[in-house]
């Protein structure tokens, strides 16, 4: 019965020991042009736990002409193992997370949305796609 019990504790161990390690993000994984909607980021690896990132939002409407609110976003955002935290270029008290997920996915959150400078009901929040793998192009005034 004592061997059965140490068993269990080991398997325990061993288990929570390989879900708590942390996932760290190669510049392979990160580089890339991301997509959900017509939402898109850009994100280039630039070593020492260093991202570029282009955001280009869209929002669209119909009502009561058919139009889009848009929002950008660029800059640097520093990355430790599978999360990158990114303030865009020129805001106050905006902050941006970038969580990178398995099978070329990213999930984007906002702190304090309304400071990020974006258009009316424009949001960079979602879970985005890669599109495009290797070194993005970004608009050359950024």
Same mark, same amino acid.
């Given at each position: ?8 504790? *080991?398997?325990?161990? =061993? $288990?929570? +020991? #390989?879900? /708590?390690?942390?996932?760290?993000? +190669? #510049? ?7 997509? /959900? ?18 955001? %280009? ?5 119909? !009502? ?8 950008? #976003?660029?800059?640097? #955002? +520093?990355?430790?193992? %599978?999360?990158? +935290?990114?303030?865009? &270029?020129?805001?106050?008290? *905006?902050?941006?997370?970038? @969580?990178? =997920?398995? @099978? !070329?996915?990213?999930?984007?959150? &906002?702190?304090?949305?309304?400071? $990020? ?5 424009? /949001? /960079? &929040? ?12 970004? %608009?050359?005034?950024?």
């Amino acid at each position: 019965m004592k061997t059965a019990a140490a068993y269990l504790v *080991c398997i325990a161990f =061993l $288990c929570g +020991t #390989a879900w /708590s390690q942390k996932r760290v993000v +190669t #510049a392979t994984q990160a580089n890339g042009l991301y997509r /959900s909607g017509e939402n898109e980021i850009r994100i280039l690896s630039l070593g020492k736990n260093k991202l570029r990132i282009q955001m %280009d939002l869209l929002w669209r409407y119909k !009502n009561p002409e058919p139009g889009a609110n848009i929002g950008e #976003a660029y800059g640097e #955002a +520093t990355i430790e193992n %599978d999360v990158a +935290t990114f303030r865009p &270029e020129g805001t106050e008290d *905006c902050t941006i997370t970038i @969580k990178f =997920l398995p @099978k !070329n996915r990213i999930n984007v959150t &906002e702190d304090h949305m309304l400071n $990020c400078g974006f258009g009316f009901n424009v /949001s /960079s &929040e979602g879970t985005y796609r890669k599109i495009r793998a290797g070194k993005p192009k970004f %608009d050359s005034q950024r």
